[in-house]
């Protein structure tokens, strides 16, 4: 199952030195303050707007996402590889 990484976004944007009214300028819209309610998950991205983002964050659009595995999967995975390699 996938997640949006909403930290994954906000670090990117500080690391590539762009300021919250850059990318809310870039995205269309009026202001910054506009753009931070999605940084901070107060508004969900549209699938329409992460091929911009992707682009002004020089990343992929799989770059937002997070991997969630289950602790089931992740124990089963662990017991595979131990009787894999014995």
């Known amino acids: 199952m ?26 269309g819209f009026k202001n ?3 753009y931070m309610k999605y940084e901070n998950g107060d508004y969900s991205f549209k699938a329409e707007q992460l091929p911009l983002l ?6 992929e659009i799989i770059d937002f996402f997070d991997w969630k595995v289950a ?11 131990y009787f894999m390699f014995q």
Do not use: P, W
Request: glycine share 0%; aromatic share 8%.
């Open 2 to 27: 996938k997640s949006f990484n909403l930290n994954y976004i906000k670090v990117r944007r500080v690391v590539l030195e762009l300021t919250l009214h850059d990318v809310a300028i870039s995205m």
């Open 32 to 34: 910054a303050s506009t």
């Open 54 to 59: 992707a682009e002004l964050f020089k990343c």
């Open 71 to 81: 602790e089931i999967e992740i124990l089963r995975l662990i017991k595979y590889l």
